[in-house]
Every structure is written in C-alpha cells, then in structure tokens.
T-cell receptor, first 115, second 111 residues
Framework: ETAVFQTPNYHVTQVGNEVSFNCKQT?????MYWYKQDSKKLLKIMFS???????VNETVPRRFSPQSSDKAHLNLRIKSVEPEDSAVYLC??????????????FGPGTRLTVL | GEQVEQLPSILRVQEGSSASINCSYE??????FPWYKQEPGENPKLIID?????ERKQIQELIVLLDKKAKRFSLHITDTQPGDSAMYFC??????????FGAGTKLSVKP
C-alpha cells in the first residue's frame, strides 16, 4: 500500500514533556511537510523537507524540530510541550521533481492533547 | 508568506442547490490552487485543482474558476448532495513552495 503513514494516532501528555511523532510515506515523493491543524480547523504549515534539506521553516517555536533520516521519513519532535500545542499534526508529502504542481497527500494525523 | 482568505466560513444549502466558496490570495506569482475536502476525523483529500494557465476547470459537479487579475479563485459545487457536507479548504502555492491554506468552509447540505 502506498500512502502517508503517521504514528501515533493520539497522544496525551503533560506540560513540559517531550513528544515525538513519526511520519513515513511510501509514495516515492521527495518533499514532506508538517502542518498543524488547531481546534478551529486552521491548517498552518510548520516545516517542509526536500532531500533532507529544510526548505521552509516557518516561525514556529524553537521547541519544535523536524527530524529526517531519509526522504521517506519526516518526524516531528516537541521538546517541552505547552497547552497551546494541543492540535492535530498532519504530515504530507509531494513530488517536487519533474511536474511542478503535484498534489499533496496527507497522512491521517496525530492528535496531541496537552494536559 | 502567502496569505489566503476564504469565505464563507459556514455555508448551509439545500440538497440539489449550488454551493460556492471564494478565496483570494496576495502573491500574484502563485500558480497552483488546490481544493481539499476534509470529513470529520479524516485527513484532507484533494478534490480538484487548477493551475495558473487555466481559467476554468470542471470535474463532474465541481467547477473551479481562477481570476488571476483579481487574484481570486472559487469552487462551485452544483447539485449538492448530503455527502458533500464537509470542511473545504482552498490553498495557493508558488512553484514548489508549501501550499498555504485558507481558513476553511464548513458546508452543510440539508436533505
């Protein structure tokens, strides 16, 4: 099956803890993204990676950091979570080489709740 | 970065009627405009997109229009069905930059 996979589906933690979310795509894409979707459904780009190079780094808090081992994986680490980090984190991937305007495919999301 | 405005935020229509969602963008260099549908508990899924070399595109009951001069684009769903009820997001991107999304429209189609 070719798709974008995310783990875990849900995560509940306390303020100050460190969390890490995994994302893997088997679509052969070379660009991956992390979006944050808040309770109002606003979708905001956080990071994008192309061939292990960060190509977009939005003004997100420093406690967030993307981690990539290869072009099929892009994990997201939050060093010390805060209540406002509660949201759904969506991973996406896209083909950048060749066709310029390729469709983004989204993973199922990871819902983070910070108590 | 690119800002995308989307209206309305909530749209209620009667089954069989049309629904229209409007978006505007700031960067005149934007050249790719996808539309996503997101159902409750699901991830966003692409339903239709349009590139800057086109003014109109139709896939079945979905029509997208692009007015590059006005920097506006819109989605029109003709003959709406209850299954069309969902969140809809427009987005705009320039070349291979990460698409920026509008705030979303919650569409409710009443039987």
């Amino acid at each position: 099956e070719t798709a974008v996979f995310q783990t875990p589906n849900y995560h509940v933690t306390q303020v100050g803890n460190e969390v890490s979310f995994n994302c893997k795509q088997t679509l052969g894409h070379d660009t991956m993204y992390w979006y944050k979707q808040d309770s109002k459904k606003l979708l905001k780009i956080m990071f994008s990676y192309n061939n292990k190079q960060l190509i977009v780094n939005e003004t997100v808090p420093r406690r967030f950091s993307p981690q990539s081992s290869d072009k099929a994986h892009l994990n997201l680490r939050i060093k010390s979570v805060e209540p406002e980090d509660s949201a759904v984190y969506l991973c996406a991937s896209r083909s950048r080489t060749g066709q310029n305007y390729a469709e983004q495919f989204f993973g199922p999301g990871t819902r983070l709740t910070v108590l | 970065g690119e800002q995308v405005e989307q209206l309305p935020s909530i749209l209620r229509v009667q089954e069989g009627s049309s629904a229209s969602i409007n978006c505007s963008y700031e960067d005149s260099a934007s050249n790719y405009f996808p539309w996503y549908k997101q159902e409750p508990g699901e991830n966003p899924k692409l339903i239709i997109d349009i590139r800057s070399n086109m003014e109109r595109k139709q896939i079945q009951e979905l029509i997208v229009l692009l007015d590059k001069k006005a920097k506006r684009f819109s989605l029109h769903i003709t003959d709406t069905q209850p299954g069309d009820s969902a969140m809809y997001f427009c987005a705009a991107s320039k070349n291979n930059n990460a698409p920026r999304f509008g705030a979303g429209t919650k569409l409710s189609v009443k039987p």
